[in-house]
């Protein structure tokens, strides 16, 4: 297990432990974390699960595909340079006590 | 308020999602969701997905973990159902025994599917899909099996499909219509469909009817189609469809027309009784008839309107309509419903990777649908929203940024 920060929009921080292989998303999303939507379950088609990655942590994540950036643009939130969709982002061992930020909006 | 609270028909998307918008919006009282099957609420979309792919086990095919219903004060009854109901007196009966009080009455309860009723339909092999233990069936099936018959060809018809072809089986769709996702898609996007399974090995029978599913020792061998072709098959999938589960709402009056009717607030025709998600038939801003609609998007968003309702929340519910479908590597997402319109324009070629299919009914844009155009999808469902209608020349050409249609 891997342990997370979620930053909700509140400012409210919530430690999350999940499994390596596992979405940013799906860690999220199950321990119910505020400020992730992921309307489509994880299929890189919505944009509600967009999140600020701690600027620390944003060189070990794979790079993003088209289709993410395509969908980022879409997102409902400010896009910034650590602007990425959770649901892309698988988790990895290097990624303990990551934090990351859920914005004000997702719809 | 009594500790009654609000009880919850149903633990699929719409239900969780009611109890989950009821404690972050502070609602006070008891919370109580039941549902019929053992465990923890789960997600149906993976079902004919990733879970039939065996990408993912149990424990990622959640909803929520335990932890959550635990931290949100959230009572689950699993393994349970409701068998009568009393409106007058606010409680309702468990199968189990139990008696249960309430404030307030959500149902959630979904869709029931719809069976296949023909010779051989009970034989061994012959599988559905619409909950977990389906699920584990089939893919159980799916290990010993060479060959498949799938029987239908809506989502689930073709996800099945998709899902059996990639393991290596010999797949064939049979549908009743000449067309794939009649009720459900445009002509330019069922055919790319159809190319992309065809690609992938899948025969379609389509415009047929089937006749008999053959077995031996109550082991399913093949099926026999009404034209007297046989196809022998190991396994056989049915995706016919389902139908709104309005079982409990019609044995206490409540007034259903294939669902059960809910006013924009959810509320149905007893004041203290509130519906969301697949059961469901309501009246839509956007298509000025009253609408049922199955999908994880409506489930979600009604559910949420819901629970706007029972905090006293003003507001009624418009939400665009938006569905996808995941079939091998291909995105299919929809928004807006398609129907009665009476212009197609196609942005992008039909024949390549990604296009979009623009939908106008008198001149309106009505519905897109989208294959792996994930961001044009995106900005359909922000025209639709804001009810503005790009004129169809402009939206057939690439060039036309949608954007600038968007009323700034």
């Known amino acids: ?107 | 308020m009594s500790e009654a609270g609000v009880v919850i028909l149903g633990n699929g998307h719409a239900g969780v999602s009611v109890a989950e918008q009821l404690r972050r919006k502070k609602y006070p009282g008891a919370i109580t969701l039941i549902g019929a099957e053992a465990g923890l609420p789960y997600q149906r979309p993976p079902l004919s997905k990733q879970y039939l792919k065996g990408e993912w086990d149990e424990a990622r095919l959640l909803q929520r973990n335990a932890e959550f219903y635990r931290n949100n004060d959230i009572r689950l009854i699993a393994s349970d159902s409701v068998i009568s109901i009393d409106p007058s007196a606010h409680r309702l009966e468990l199968k189990s025994g139990a008696t249960l009080p309430w404030d307030k009455l959500v149902l959630a309860t979904g869709s029931c599917l719809q069976k296949l009723e023909i010779p051989g339909a009970d034989a061994e092999g012959v599988v559905y899909l619409q909950n977990r233990e389906q699920a584990d069936a089939l893919k159980s099936e799916m290990r010993s099996a060479r060959r498949a018959v799938v029987i239908g060809g809506g989502y689930i018809g073709l996800e099945g499909a998709a899902a059996l072809a990639l393991a290596g089986l010999d797949v064939t769709l049979v549908n009743r219509s000449s067309e794939l996702l009649a009720r459900s898609a445009s002509l330019p996007v069922a055919h790319w469909i159809q190319r992309r399974h065809e690609k992938q090995g899948v025969v379609f029978k389509l415009g047929e009817q089937l006749a008999e599913i053959l077995s031996a020792d109550n082991r399913v061998r093949g099926v026999r189609l009404a034209n007297g072709e046989v196809l022998e098959a190991e396994l056989v999938l049915i995706g016919i469809g389902v139908k709104p589960d309005t079982g409990l709402a019609e044995s206490i009056g409540l007034e259903c027309a294939d669902g059960v009717l809910v006013d924009q607030k959810g509320v149905t025709s007893h004041p203290d009784i509130l519906a969301a998600g697949d059961c469901t038939r309501f009246n839509h801003p956007l298509y000025g008839e009253a609408i049922h609609l199955e999908s994880i998007q409506n489930a979600v968003e009604q559910g949420k309107r819901v629970a706007a309702t029972l905090m006293g929340e003003e507001g009624t519910y418009d939400a665009v309509p938006w569905f996808w479908s995941d079939q091998y590597e291909a995105k299919l997402q929809i928004a807006g419903i398609a129907q009665g319109h009476d212009l197609e324009v196609i942005r992008g070629d039909e024949h390549a990777e990604r296009f979009s299919v623009f939908c106008y009914a008198q001149r309106r844009l009505v519905a897109v649908e989208s294959i792996n155009a994930p961001a044009e999808h995106m900005l359909a469902r922000q025209l639709l929203k804001a009810g503005a209608s790009p004129p169809p020349d402009d939206a057939a050409n690439p060039e036309f940024n949608l954007r600038s249609a968007l009323p700034s």
């Open chain 1, 1 to 107: 297990m891997v342990n997370l920060i979620f930053v909700e929009p509140s400012g409210a921080e919530r430690e999350v432990a999940a499994p390596e292989g596992w979405s940013l998303m799906e860690a999220a999303f199950q321990n119910g974390v505020d400020g992730i939507e992921a309307e489509c379950g994880g299929s890189c088609t919505c944009a509600t699960c967009h999140v600020y990655i701690d600027e620390k942590f944003i060189d070990r994540l794979e790079p993003m595909g088209s289709n993410e950036d395509e969908m980022l643009d879409c997102a409902a939130a400010e896009r910034r340079d650590n602007s990425r969709l959770s649901c892309q982002i698988e988790i990895k061992v290097e990624f303990e006590g990551m934090v990351i930020q859920t914005p004000d909006t997702q719809i």
